[in-house]
């Protein structure tokens, strides 16, 4: 469809999370960096924060690539377990301790196991990283488990690194005084900010480029996807693609103003 009309591969502003038009600003850098180091120096509890459409999960999933064999990981994106037994069997699945979910285990049976898997790792050299995506959703109870498993530790060192990962609700709720032993538990809290102005452009100029093409979208047109996107990827993505179709349909070359403002009508927004 409108692909070919404007030379280009494949579509540049697809939502689904591709590592290849992963856009990395300074900020985004600034981020990277700040989780590897919490990493390198066994901080226990990270937090990043930022709204919906900011592109929270497309970072983790570069993050996550970035990391090294050194590093297990186990990736959580929905937290909302009944029990605490049910958080360490998804944790043990995961990092293969367990090839299935026992229903009667204790929690005593899956703690030790959850243990001795860290401390193996451990002695290997190795980090263990638990990450929960969305973790404004995680029951209290759920977040005060992970407070009990980051007890883990040798007399030097945290055995376990865990990465809370959420909407700007996530800040609001480990600030409730319920859960205050893990705020202060949390060394490193981040926030992931929309893409301003310049980066809004660099980001679309960007995917554009890896999907073959440049300079579809004038200066106007830019400074009105940035405007009506709010600097957030995810409506920067939709905006863009729907003024490529709108472009497309009326064969127009470039894209201007007035073919965002049909993108942004048709998507009300």
Request: proline share 4%.
């Amino acid at each position: 469809m409108y692909e070919a009309f404007y030379g280009l591969k494949e579509n540049p502003f697809k939502l689904s999370p591709d590592m290849e038009y992963f856009f990395v600003t300074p900020k985004i850098k600034s981020l990277l960096d700040l989780l590897h180091y919490g990493l390198k120096q066994n901080v226990g509890f990270m937090m990043i924060t930022g709204e919906v459409g900011v592109g929270k999960t497309s970072f983790l999933r570069y993050f996550l690539n970035q990391l090294n064999h050194n590093v297990e990981r186990a990736y959580l994106f929905n937290p909302t377990f009944r029990s605490s037994e049910d958080l360490l069997s998804f944790f043990l699945l995961d990092l293969k301790v367990i090839d299935k979910i026992d229903p009667f285990a204790s929690k005593s049976i899956l703690l030790q196991k959850m243990y001795n898997y860290l401390l193996s790792q451990y002695e290997k050299g190795k980090k263990v990283l638990f990450i929960i995506d969305d973790a404004q959703a995680a029951p209290d109870f759920i977040l005060e488990e992970l407070r009990l498993i980051s007890n883990f530790e040798t007399n030097k060192d945290k055995l376990i690194q865990i990465l809370l990962v959420g909407q700007p609700e996530l800040r609001q709720k480990i600030e409730s005084p319920s859960l205050r032993q893990l705020a202060q538990r949390i060394a490193i809290k981040a926030k992931m900010e929309p893409l301003n102005r310049e980066e809004t452009a660099d980001y679309i100029s960007y995917r554009l480029l890896k999907a073959g093409q440049t300079n579809l979208f004038d200066k106007k047109a830019i400074k009105l996807i940035h405007k009506a996107s709010k600097g957030l990827p995810r409506l920067i993505n939709l905006i863009s693609e729907r003024a490529l179709i709108a472009g497309y349909v009326y064969t127009k070359p470039k894209i201007g103003k007035k073919e965002v403002k049909m993108a942004l009508k048709d998507l009300e927004i």
